[in-house]
């Protein structure tokens, strides 16, 4: 009798998300072994600028091939021997103290055999000379990055592990993009101190929901951080692309974005390019740096959504770049003023006005000296229509500050300003980093956000009625820090040390108006 055969067990296929998230888990694995990283704040860095070099050869060899078919002549970006497939590609290629000296030297011998500039070297040297305004980016990141793994052997290993994504697939793109992000907030935790680079993804998305970008409209965020709100916007007009012309204007003339700081400019390009732009346009240089009177009609775009720093401080000089009246060293007071004079006068292309979304602080809402002046220009100036008041931890772990976010546009002065006091969902004290504030928790919002009815959460005031003035007619007071009319006087759950937090922000508020009072009295005593 012939012996049955032995049944065997087949492990099923991983899915694209399992096998992606093995890889970079398996090559987070090997960095932690190195002794030059310490923590994610090292190792993300490090796993992104391998990443963006990957992905810039699969597209470059994209872009060849799509050239050679139509018979035109391709420019690459990185020339050889500088390009993944000449130096990362080959498992068996350079490693140890060969691939370390050619990655971080300015000088030496490079995988063809030849002398020449360090790969390093070599990327931040890159110009635009050709046309590629790609090499600018390039040379921008890596100028802003150092290699900081001690071992040549690991760092193979990690570009091995690399090597394997596909960033010509569609699925893969799409995957990886989603498990950067948790890589982003991940770092974003680990930092502590970094949480003007993040904005809870409820609180953008429902941002750029109500705003409502429409392709053929410019969509800007001059602090764009890591590029959470760029993020959500391509994907929101993603989803109105129906030709290859829509596609076109999608990547070329949709987004833009300014980003000062070396590490999350490096991040916000690979975030964006994760998830679909080809060419992210973002500014390597502080937003403030142009006087505000030199800010022409074509610098100025259709949609501007963005979470300015709240609690920095800028140097004179770039205070210098503002009206007297309107100078100020807390930073979102300056990003205001640059954000209304960007935004166009005329009808967008979609036929409806110009529109911004900013996140602020409660102390914007009720500042006076430079903050009231500043409040009155975008009452008289623009349609402040919305005031939406989020609740308290909305930002934990990363400030206690209680945040708002104001909805203006160009339709005109304001006539009536609109609040919207959105609920702690029931049951719950505070949001933390665990359990963050849902895009759910604002579906009564976003239902109200077209029929605009007073209720529990909702009442409207005067515009013109919250400017104050003194005799002379300047302006001294523009509180828009209102209660619910609606509310119970409220119960103060919050700990001791929140309370302290909340009472130290104050005080500082106060310190900055008395500060600016004593610099108006030494100039009219000189």
């Given at each position: 009798?012939?012996?049955?055969?032995?049944?065997?067990?087949?492990?099923?296929?991983?899915?694209?998300?399992?096998?992606?998230?093995?890889?970079?888990?398996?090559?987070?694995?090997?960095?932690?072994?190195?002794?030059?990283?310490?923590?994610?704040?090292?190792?993300l860095?490090?796993?992104?600028?391998?990443?963006?070099?990957?992905?810039l050869?699969d597209?470059?060899?994209?872009?060849?091939?799509e050239?050679?078919l139509?018979g035109?002549?391709f420019?690459?970006?990185?020339?050889?021997p500088?390009?993944w497939?000449d130096?990362?590609?080959?498992?068996?290629?350079i490693?140890?103290?060969?691939?370390l000296?050619?990655?971080?030297n300015?000088?030496g011998?490079?995988?063809?055999?030849?002398?020449?500039?360090?790969?390093?070297a070599?990327l931040?040297?890159?110009?635009?000379a050709?046309?590629d305004d790609?090499?600018?980016?390039i040379?921008?990141v890596?100028?802003?990055?150092?290699n900081?793994m001690?071992?040549?052997?690991?760092?193979?290993?990690?570009?091995?592990?690399?090597?394997?994504i596909?960033?010509?697939?569609?699925?893969?793109?799409?995957?990886?993009g989603?498990l950067?992000?948790s890589?982003?907030?991940e770092?974003?935790?680990?930092?502590?101190?970094?949480?003007?680079?993040?904005?809870?993804?409820a609180v953008?998305?429902?941002?750029?929901q109500?705003?409502?970008?429409?392709?053929?409209?410019?969509?800007?965020?001059?602090?764009?951080?890591?590029?959470?709100?760029?993020v959500e916007?391509?994907a929101?007009?993603?989803?109105?692309?129906?030709?290859?012309?829509?596609?076109?204007?999608?990547?070329?003339?949709?987004?833009?974005?300014?980003?000062?700081?070396?590490?999350?400019?490096?991040?916000?390009?690979?975030?964006?390019?994760l998830h679909?732009?080809?060419?992210?346009?973002?500014d390597?240089?502080?937003?403030?740096?142009h006087?505000l009177t030199?800010i022409?009609?074509?610098?100025?775009?259709?949609v501007?959504?963005?979470?300015?720093?709240f609690?920095g401080?800028?140097?004179?000089?770039?205070?210098?770049n503002?009206?007297e009246?309107?100078?100020a060293?807390?930073?979102?007071?300056?990003f205001?003023?640059?954000?209304?004079?960007r935004?166009?006068?005329a009808?967008?292309?979609a036929?409806?006005?110009?529109?911004?979304?900013?996140v602020?602080?409660?102390?914007?809402?009720?500042?006076d000296?430079v903050?009231?002046r500043i409040?009155?220009?975008i009452?008289e100036?623009?349609?402040?229509?919305?005031?939406?008041?989020?609740?308290?931890g909305v930002?934990?772990?990363y400030?206690?500050?209680p945040?708002?976010v104001?909805?203006?546009?160009?339709?005109?002065?304001?006539r009536?300003?609109?609040?919207?006091?959105?609920?702690?969902?029931?049951?719950?004290?505070?949001?933390?980093?665990?359990?963050?504030?849902?895009?759910e928790?604002?579906?009564?919002c976003?239902?109200?956000?077209?029929?605009r009815?007073?209720?529990?959460?909702a009442w409207?005031?005067?515009?013109?009625?919250?400017?104050?003035?003194?005799?002379?007619?300047?302006?001294?007071?523009?509180?828009?820090?209102?209660?619910n009319?609606?509310?119970?006087e409220?119960?103060?759950h919050?700990?001791p040390?929140?309370?302290?937090a909340?009472?130290?922000e104050?005080?500082r508020?106060v310190l900055?108006?008395?500060?600016?009072?004593?610099?108006l009295?030494a100039?009219?005593?000189?």
């Amino acid at each position: 009798m012939p012996r049955k055969p032995r049944a065997t067990t087949t492990k099923p296929a991983l899915t694209t998300a399992q096998a992606l998230g093995s890889l970079l888990k398996s090559a987070r694995d090997i960095m932690r072994k190195d002794k030059g990283l310490n923590g994610d704040l090292d190792r993300l860095p490090l796993l992104t600028w391998i990443m963006f070099l990957k992905f810039l050869d699969d597209l470059e060899q994209q872009r060849e091939q799509e050239a050679a078919l139509a018979g035109t002549r391709f420019r690459p970006a990185i020339e050889p021997p500088y390009r993944w497939r000449d130096w990362a590609a080959n498992p068996q290629g350079i490693t140890g103290d060969e691939l370390l000296a050619f990655i971080n030297n300015d000088e030496g011998v490079r995988p063809d055999g030849t002398r020449g500039p360090g790969l390093f070297a070599y990327l931040r040297g890159l110009t635009s000379a050709n046309g590629d305004d790609r090499r600018d980016v390039i040379a921008t990141v890596f100028r802003g990055v150092d290699n900081r793994m001690r071992s040549g052997y690991l760092l193979r290993d990690v570009i091995d592990k690399i090597g394997a994504i596909h960033f010509t697939s569609s699925e893969e793109l799409h995957t990886l993009g989603a498990l950067y992000e948790s890589m982003l907030r991940e770092m974003r935790d680990a930092a502590g101190d970094s949480g003007e680079f993040y904005t809870p993804r409820a609180v953008v998305r429902l941002m750029v929901q109500v705003t409502d970008p429409r392709l053929g409209e410019t969509v800007l965020d001059p602090a764009a951080g890591t590029g959470g709100f760029l993020v959500e916007a391509f994907a929101h007009l993603a989803g109105q692309v129906q030709t290859v012309a829509d596609r076109r204007v999608l990547q070329s003339a949709s987004l833009m974005g300014c980003e000062p700081k070396s590490l999350p400019y490096l991040l916000c390009q690979m975030n964006l390019l994760l998830h679909g732009l080809d060419a992210p346009r973002i500014d390597p240089g502080n937003a403030l740096r142009h006087r505000l009177t030199e800010i022409g009609e074509r610098d100025r775009v259709d949609v501007i959504l963005t979470n300015p720093p709240f609690g920095g401080e800028e140097e004179r000089g770039i205070q210098g770049n503002f009206p007297e009246d309107r100078q100020a060293a807390e930073t979102a007071l300056l990003f205001l003023q640059l954000i209304m004079r960007r935004l166009k006068r005329a009808q967008t292309s979609a036929g409806r006005p110009a529109r911004a979304a900013v996140v602020v602080p409660n102390g914007t809402l009720f500042g006076d000296g430079v903050c009231a002046r500043i409040k009155a220009d975008i009452l008289e100036q623009f349609n402040l229509h919305t005031v939406l008041r989020l609740p308290e931890g909305v930002f934990a772990p990363y400030t206690d500050i209680p945040t708002n976010v104001i909805f203006f546009d160009t339709a005109g002065p304001t006539r009536d300003v609109w609040f919207y006091e959105q609920p702690m969902p029931e049951g719950r004290r505070k949001y933390s980093k665990t359990r963050p504030v849902q895009l759910e928790e604002f579906a009564d919002c976003i239902a109200w956000w077209g029929r605009r009815e007073e209720g529990p959460q909702a009442w409207k005031v005067s515009g013109p009625e919250l400017i104050r003035r003194d005799e002379a007619g300047r302006v001294v007071a523009v509180n828009l820090d209102l209660k619910n009319p609606a509310a119970k006087e409220a119960v103060d759950h919050r700990a001791p040390a929140e309370i302290v937090a909340s009472v130290i922000e104050k005080e500082r508020q106060v310190l900055a108006l008395l500060d600016e009072i004593k610099a108006l009295v030494a100039e009219r005593v000189a």
